[in-house]
């Protein structure tokens, strides 16, 4: 399990996106879960013992403490050559305990929910401080928020037969697409998280955070070359998310299907400097990247970001308004309340180019002498909270898509993201392009091969000249990485012009 | 660990009970702790003790999995049933099912896989050699002004793999490391880099001191980076580069992503695919290797797979499943979680040490490319289109002359296997995919 942690990069340095291959945990049992139903029977907690719990994370000098539940059944089902090869069906459970002094944390969790284990989890993470002061818990009072994400029915524990037709549905649109089809994989996966948070300035709340995923991956040969692509859709909602004609099997089937048509008969990208249109909505891992893992505020507060102390300088073109929500309804990047009892609010993080401010957790809300902003989120109750973001965008602007793609004279417009990748100190990002073409006067014209665009955050973001009145926000299956932690994000753009980004072609 | 097999066979039963004609069950235990040391304080201690059950279970040669990572036998008695219950609506395929009985086995030989070192190691221990760690790392040089952090990682605990065929297996694994991230500022512009060492021994980690240097070496050597310009030159991939070009052959060997056809190296089983002089060892039970292991997750012996033997694909790497699909034979390369299904996986995955020295193959370079990070977006596996963005240092006349960043290197992996031209002498083994420096005749460099 952590065997492998330590060979990976990733945790270290850098901070990425990826598109997460659609698999879940997801659960179920027999208990069915309403919106209105107290998690505290889930979990066997009561006030009385989360305080007990609290005081003892408290009891050796920290200033703080929370206690974090968590609740989550998995399931995911998969079809390939034409066949359910895969049912999975999981619950994860736990329990963890912060204890924060400072920007201090000591951490602990547990797989038992029993006392005696959260005890021990208590005990083990007030070890960070070494004092015989000790602070007492605050009276708990619950946090009120309203849901982003109200579903009539959880389905994880439903029938799999609808699910298994959604699979169906898309094996056969994409076979049926094109004769050079030659293998299908089409998965759905759904969780539903279910928390409770107790600290010790009073707070408690706790959530019900559904997650659906759907995604296709085709390949398509002709004899002689052979291409793949994959199509994804994912949102906190129901079901009834899969049947928008956008969403359904067969939409989501058909775009990678089509692409990886098209892409069979992609020529090398050029190399170098280029002018560069980003179509909307995917290419938000542009903003994701090149603004998003910098602004966040551990890595500022810190001077581990190329954005540290910058706040009031330009930073961006001044045709670019960056914004970072956590309330879009139904989004991967939803939260109802962040993962320490903060709630999500509208950060607006660059504004006519001027750098406004940064994503905070409480702790570097606290160092920075700022006000939580709600990003505040953790992977699971093995991890403690971090700065994160929930959708991040660019803000629409005045020109029709049309109107951007005939100013160019010779270019590449990119359409299609894999994901990207940031070095938060010095500012330097990575995206890889997976559905691009060539720009010729003013029209789209060969399709290029797999790319990677190269830039640096603050050089790049100067470079826009155009922006869109198109802005999208993606409902692909964004999973963003950061220090060993994945969750699940959204990002946006509009179509967007950039007057010069390297080009890694061939 | 006596108790947690009891709970696998109990599993085992009540699931034949419920019908099932086949079983196996992974519990996986172990004991983690992450430290944080920054600026001298700690800033993160994380602790940990994570259990997990995985229920794989074959009916009328459907299947399905559930886990938990609540083992409370009401809660694992719920998987079961949950587990028969799913079942029922997977399809049939008639590549299911558990190992063949004589395919089951473990390696005899102690691999030195555990330390018990590792877990009397008392915490104050490890703060002292992280802070030590970083404040080394911080003393190096006056341009160094920040760090990102010092860590120690060390995890230890049991796999067990128990199944309805008779199999029955524990290991024991353990590992630690130490890792330093540093922060250089010249002129405004900040650099960062970091060096680490991960064994499955305590005494096998490499010294405090030369971790701090080689991270702040490393750190330094990026300051004044310039953007290249636009070319074709020969590339010199350093052991680090060049891990990362072998985990995309581990990637694309699978057995998995070969009948999945996700893969540059369909059809290619016996055919040239680089130059001559080029050996790929897949071996798990390379002694003290951080991927190594007494027996898969399927329960076949762990094994020495050569995969690429005189630039001839000689094996794809497969678990059962993928074996009998593309019927070759298992290679003892069956990897799952608690809650993931077997595919196979590489283990320990090197190319063998050549015989020049890495001055030797940037002597033999005029101009080109000294190549030392890349990013990992840019690959596509089916084709084998490679373009990554990267960081290096240019050579001019045979000698490392400036560090450069903010560009792209581009190729296509089948291409570039052909024009490997030097394998360096200096293999070691720090992780679980490792490689010795070598060239790549001409790549195209996108920059300025």
Known sequence: MKRREFIKKSGVIAAGIVTAPAWFDMTGFSKTVSETQDLENLFNISAVEAEKLLRLALSRGAQSADLFFEYRPNSSLRIEDGIIKDIQYGISLGMGVRAVKGDQIGYAYTDAIDFQSMKRAAETAANIAN??????????????????????????????????????????????????????????????????????????????????????????????????????????????????????????????????????????????????????????????????????????????????????????????????????????????????????????????????????????????????????????????????????????????????????????????????????????????????YLIEDGKLTAPLKDVTLIGNGPDTMNKILMVGNDLKISDGTWSCGKDGQNIPVSVGNPTVKISEITVGGS | MQELVKIAENVISEARRGGADEVDVLVNNFTNTRLKIRLGKVEELRQSNPKALGIRVFKNKRKALTYTSDLRPESISKMVQKALEIVRVSSTDEYNGLPEKHLFGKVQADLKLYDPEIAQIPTESKIKMATELEDLGLKQNPLITNSGGSFWNDSYGQSILVNSQGFSGAQEFSSCSLSLQLVAEKDGVKQTDYWWSGQRAFNRLDSIESIAKTAAARTIRKIGARKPTTQSVPVVYDPQTGADLLAILASVVLGSAIYRKNSFLVDKLNQPIAIEELNIIDDATLPGGIDSRYFDDEGLPARRNIVIENGVLKTYLCDCYSARKLQCTPTGSARRGTSTDPSPSTSNFFLPAGKYSPEEIIGSISNGLYLTDLNWVGINYVTGDYSRGAEGIWIENGKLAYPVQEFTVAGNVLEMLKSISMIGNDLEFRGSINSPTFKIDRMMVSGQ
């Open chain 1, 131 to 436: 004092s015989t002061e000790s602070f007492k818990p605050a009276h708990f009072q619950k946090v009120a928020a309203k849901n982003l994400y109200p579903v009539k029915t959880y389905s994880i524990d439903m029938d799999l037969n609808p699910k298994i037709t959604m699979l169906n549905e898309a094996d056969a649109t994409a076979r049926q697409f094109n004769a050079r089809v030659s293998s299908v994989i089409a998965s759905f996966s759904e969780e539903l998280r279910q928390i409770m948070y107790f600290d010790s300035d009073g707070k408690k709340f706790q959530d019900i955070q559904p997650l659906m995923s759907l995604r296709v991956q085709v390949i398509a040969e002709d004899g002689v070359r052979r291409q793949g692509a994959s199509a994804s859709r994912s949102a906190r909602a129901g079901l009834e998310f899969f049947e928008k004609p956008e969403n359904s099997p067969s939409a989501v089937a058909r775009q990678a299907a089509a692409t990886a048509i098209i892409n069979l008969d992609a020529k090398p990208a050029p190399a170098g400097p280029q002018v560069v249109i980003l179509g909307a909505g995917e290419s938000g891992v542009l903003i994701h990247e090149a603004v998003g893992h910098g602004l966040e505020a551990d890595y500022s507060y810190k001077n581990l970001s190329n954005y540290s102390g910058k706040v009031g300088q330009k930073v961006a073109a001044e045709n670019c308004t960056i914004i970072d929500s956590g309330l879009f309804p139904g989004k991967r990047g939803a939260l109802n309340v962040d993962d320490e009892g903060n709630l999500p609010t509208t950060t607006v993080l660059i504004e006519n180019g001027i750098l406004k401010g940064y994503m905070h957790n409480s702790i570097s809300a606290r160092m920075m002498k700022s006000n939580p902003t709600g990003n505040g989120r953790r992977q699971s109750y093995a991890y403690p909270p971090l700065a994160r973001m929930t959708t991040t965008y660019l803000q629409k602007g005045n020109y029709e898509p049309e109107e951007i793609i005939s100013s160019v004279k010779k270019g590449v417009y990119a359409k299609g993201f894999s994901g990207g990748q940031v070095d938060t100190i010095k500012g330097d990002f990575t995206f890889g392009v997976t559905e691009a």
